[in-house]
């Protein structure tokens, strides 16, 4: 009797396994109840990214009303665990309908990959083609084609300073030269801040080492570098990476486990005085209530404006186009554009939303990307593609412990080499 | 009475589905895995042919900054520290306790609760307790130092170049010695009283009794031991990931993978893969061998 | 070489019969226990830490006064952390106990055939079935994820639930194996076949009513590894769809990651398998010894 009970028991719970198993019905987005949903995949998870999303969803919500916005966003890693689920998504051939892709090179991979589609069409049809800068449709353009529609623009090579540690060390104006930031570090340095310069990991190192690049060879010779025309083993090369590694002397040594929020909090808490950061700092400096902050240009980049921007797909094999489509039309109508990157902190990668309502740095900077000259950021795919991207931030990790000048230059040239344009 | 024959095909066929289950699984999927590593294929399109040891032969001669060399360097360093580090302090423990101890149960709950938690959650509080700030900025175990007063012993722990990896492997041996100290308490306990007996009874001291007796039985716990956490740290992944996220400071070839990964470059990950595999398999399969052999022998 | 481990695990809670050996020349017992305990404070730090930061409020973290207590406790932070755990700690449920019943029934079934019910070649197919246990997942992770797929099963936690089951089967026929094969005798098999019954009838009537401790040693395994796993769960599932340590490595891992939440996530993530280990302790141990092929 105890035995068949058991027994019973058993085929229960085996029953009740395999009805899960047969019967949970997917959790994933998008894949449920039929194909009104648009799933919209990215790794906005929270703060102003999270806000800037909702934004559009708000909006989408009223222009599409056909359609139900779905949020697929994966959160944790900066991005990478979103990557890797996506890549395994698409590889298995089941997309999400729209996903958040770098503009600029990154793009490349998913084109060359064949995983999206082709815009160019709805360019025209929605009248894209004239809304956004020359410079970015010329970026975005693969082969005569468009396969992105970009949300927002953001700019990298900004300079972020403690107004009250600054002054304390006499520093009333931001220098504009490379020459005159070391002096200027130099002299907090004597006024007892230990770490004028606060810095993070991986990516957040390839940015400084990147704006003092754009200082050292300017903006012709620095896109040349992406574009497979340039020279990374020559001699101006390894002069730049000589003052990056003076440049990390006035770093914290522990930037190896900082990310970029905790060197953010070292220049609120008046332990540093800059940081090297791009402009969604703005957001965050004000949504943690931090008034105190100054502004300017990385020294000695001049009016380059080091540009990133998001932007969304339609993948091959998206169960729901049309309603990826008018999601698209969303993301790329002046609507759209004003009221994600208020959110966001960016500014709209359209030239023609009203300036008014947007805070101060963002229409400064709005300003700035109608007549600056402009280039594009590796570390956030505009310049390079993920495998290039991998290997340049293996390179620059590797440097931030050894400090080994001919082994970085000669990595970063074998990476351009191996992964740049010129290999394909 | 009906008596009845024993036939293996029943057996056979009751087993049969685990074994198809892990042919393919196990080495179904290897052998996939293996292929693609010979395949020139670095992105998410088809292969673009064989091209046998080739992979293999970049990640060891042409990997930029010797990237790979480094990795297998970094798990190196890891896995010693983890094996003495657990085998030293489990070793500790259990002649602490094997003879009895007021209250041994307490000790050796405590000492083995860390085994219950995963890796992703205690990497959470050493991350913490791992803080590479020092003097005024000191956190963590640094802030202990600091506090009293032990300036010297404060370190960079896994940000150092060339030794973090040492510090790294510190989580996994508080997670894992107190496993260790149980399978040597198993061991001690396995081992016959006559004996122990018969030792003290020819005079030996405790150090001979220990040395000459005792040890010798526990050979096969150690070696148990040894390819317990020598497999755990050839797959160590969660812990480095929630410490101190995929960088080049703590890459190990499981951590390399899944950036290989991100960049879509299958073959160069897939090789990676077998490698690892592969330095699992030397030392592996002759203890499976070995082990079914001994037993037989009983 | 006996399959002691199997046997001695779930007795070895009870206090030791005291090992007669030599008295003399023994460790003084005030330094034996003042190494024990100095022992137990290192092991429990970071526990400590855990509790403590999880219950300070936010101006209380910080670099500095890390190791004092809380000087107002606050909730906060953990029902922070619940926000964001909450729904995959119901699924990593819906995850691990399956998983744990459906490998230890597997788990049994081989480890009966292998043995009491032999079949030529038994060893080599043991010994293929347990080099299962020692691969690095990485090696089949790549062609695992297309696999899965294309076999219809559900992304997230049914998937889970297929893979963690299957890799499970080496470990849980390892351990009922070497129990059968200490608490089984041959007779009881004998006797069986002497009433007319077959493997099928053996199995569950004879050899079931007796396998109870087998089972919680592979349930209590299972669960845990289940319930700990972060690397098939990284590459097949998601924060939406995933299990807890998923959650707990985005919650800890934000941009702005908020350590008194992350503390708490990580106190909540490890207290199911945490009471497992205390209420079960003494099988918890067994599951670790079974473990090991052979001590």
Request: aromatic content about 12%.
């Amino acid at each position: 009797m105890r035995l068949s009970r058991r027994m019973a028991v058993a085929a229960v719970a085996f029953g009740t396994l395999m009805a899960t198993v047969a019967c949970t019905s997917t959790d994933e987005p998008g894949t449920g109840t039929g194909t009104k949903e648009v799933e919209v995949f990215t790794w906005w998870a929270d703060g102003g990214e999270k806000a800037g999303l909702t934004g559009l969803e708000t909006v989408f919500g009223t222009e599409c009303k056909d359609f139900k916005f779905v949020n697929g966003a994966v959160a944790g890693g900066a991005g990478s665990n979103a990557k890797q689920v996506l890549a395994s998504r698409l590889q298995q051939g089941t997309p999400p309908d729209t996903f958040q892709a770098h503009a600029g090179a990154e793009l490349s991979d998913y084109i060359n990959d064949d995983q999206i589609e082709d815009l160019s069409a709805q360019y025209g049809e929605w009248g894209l083609s004239n809304a956004f800068p020359k410079g970015l449709i010329d970026n975005l353009t693969v082969d005569g084609k468009i396969y992105s529609v970009p949300a927002n623009i953001h700019r990298a090579n900004v300079l972020w300073g403690n107004k009250t540690v600054l002054a304390k060390a006499g520093i009333t104006k931001d220098a504009t030269t490379l020459e005159g930031f070391f002096a200027d570090l130099d002299k907090l340095k004597a006024a007892g801040v230990a770490t004028p310069l606060a810095l993070g990991k991986d990516w957040t190192q390839q940015m400084l080492f990147e704006a003092l690049l754009i200082s050292k060879l300017g903006p012709e010779k620095f896109n040349a570098l992406w574009n497979g025309t340039g020279d990374w083993a020559g001699a101006d090369m390894t002069a730049a990476i000589t003052d990056y590694k003076k440049l990390l002397t006035y770093t914290n040594s522990d930037r190896d486990t900082f990310d970029w929020t905790d060197a953010e909090k070292m220049l609120m808490d008046g332990k540093a005085a800059y940081q090297l950061m791009g402009d969604w700092e703005a957001a965050d400096l004000d949504a943690k209530g931090f008034k105190d902050y100054s502004y300017s240009v990385f020294p000695g980049n001049g009016n380059v404006f080091q540009w990133l921007a998001d932007s969304f797909v339609l993948p091959k094999g998206a169960k729901n186009a049309d309603g990826t489509k008018c999601w698209l039309k969303t993301v790329g109508s002046a609507a759209g554009q004003a009221e994600f990157n208020k959110k966001k902190g960016s500014i709209p990668a359209r030239t023609d939303v009203p300036a008014d309502g947007f805070p101060a740095y963002q229409q400064a900077a709005m300003n700035d990307w109608k007549t600056a000259v402009q280039v594009p950021s590796c570390p956030h795919g505009s310049a390079c593609a993920q495998t290039w991207q991998g290997a340049v931030g293996s390179a620059q990790g590797k440097f931030s412990t050894d400090g080994d000048v001919a082994a970085l230059q000669a990595a970063l040239a074998s990476a351009a080499a191996e992964f740049g344009p010129k290999a394909k | 009475m009906r008596h009845r024959k024993r036939t293996w095909i029943p057996g056979l066929l009751l087993i049969s589905p685990s074994l198809i289950l892990l042919a393919v699984f196990v080495y179904g999927l290897i052998g996939w895995t293996v292929d693609l590593s010979m395949q020139d294929r670095h992105n998410a399109r088809p292969s673009k042919g064989f091209v046998g040891l080739d992979n293999y032969d970049k990640l060891f001669n042409h990997d930029i900054n010797d990237r790979f060399t480094h990795s297998l360097l970094n798990l190196l360093v890891f896995t010693v520290v983890f094996i003495v580090g657990t085998i030293v302090l489990g070793l500790l423990w259990s002649l602490l306790l094997e003879r009895g101890a007021r209250a041994e149960g307490f000790f050796r709950t405590v000492y083995l609760f860390p085994m219950a938690v995963s890796f992703v959650a205690s990497g959470v509080v050493w991350r913490w307790l791992m803080n590479p700030g020092q003097g005024e900025n000191a956190g963590g175990i640094n802030a202990i130092f600091e506090g009293l007063g032990l300036h010297f012993l404060e370190g960079p722990w896994w940000t150092d170049p060339d030794w973090g990896m040492a510090a790294m492997a510190m989580p996994a041996v508080w997670q894992l010695s107190g496993y260790v100290m149980a399978l040597f308490l198993a061991g001690f306990r396995g081992i016959p009283d006559e004996l122990r007996e018969a030792a003290v009874v020819d005079g030996a001291t405790t150090f001979q009794l220990y040395r000459r007796v005792l040890f010798p039985q526990l050979t096969p716990t150690i070696l148990s031991a040894l390819i317990i956490t020598g497999h755990m740290s050839m797959k160590m992944f969660d812990l480095i990931m929630s410490v101190s996220g995929a960088q080049w400071l703590t890459e190990v070839p499981a951590v390399y993978v899944w950036q290989t990964l991100l960049t879509r470059d299958y073959a160069k990950a897939a090789a990676i893969s077998v490698f690892l595999l592969l330095v699992v398999a030397v030392v592996v399969v002759p203890y499976l061998i070995h082990v079914n052999r001994s037993e037989k022998r009983s | 070489m006996t399959t002691q481990t199997m046997t001695a695990p779930p007795r070895s809670d009870q206090a030791p019969a005291p090992a007669p050996g030599p008295r003399r020349r023994r460790l003084p017992n005030v330094v034996r226990y003042a190494v024990l305990l100095l022992f137990v404070l290192i092991v429990l730090m970071p526990l400590y830490v855990l509790v403590v930061t999880s219950f300070k409020s936010g101006r209380e973290i910080g670099v500095n006064g890390q190791w004092t207590l809380p000087e107002t406790w606050t909730f906060a932070s953990w029902e922070k952390a619940w926000l964001s755990l909450g729904p995959s700690f119901g699924r990593t449920f819906q995850l691990a106990i399956p998983v744990a019943l459906l490998s230890s029934i597997i788990g049994a079934a081989n480890g009966f055939v292998l043995a009491r019910w032999r079949f030529p070649g038994a060893d080599v197919v043991f010994t293929l079935i347990l080099f299962g246990m020692f691969i690095p997942y990485q090696a089949v992770m790549i062609p695992l994820r297309e696999v899965v797929l294309w076999l219809g099963v559900a992304p997230g936690i049914p998937t889970l639930i297929f893979v963690h089951t299957v890799y499970g089967i080496p470990i849980c026929t390892l351990i009922f194996r070497n129990y059968y094969a200490t608490v089984v005798p041959e007779e009881l098999i004998e006797a069986g076949m002497m009433d007319g019954a077959g493997l099928l009838r053996t199995f569950r009537s004879l050899i079931l009513p007796i396998s109870i401790p087998g089972f919680v040693v592979t349930v209590i395994w299972q669960f845990t590894s289940a319930w700990n796993d972060y690397l098939f769960a990284i590459f097949m599932s998601n924060t939406r769809n995933g299990p807890i340590t998923i959650a707990l490595n985005a919650l800890a891992g934000a941009q702005s990651p908020d350590y008194a939440a992350s503390m708490a996530g990580a106190l909540i993530t490890s207290l199911p398998t945490l009471l497992v280990y205390i209420l079960l302790g003494r099988w918890f141990i067994g599951g670790l010894m079974a473990g090991s092929v052979k001590s």
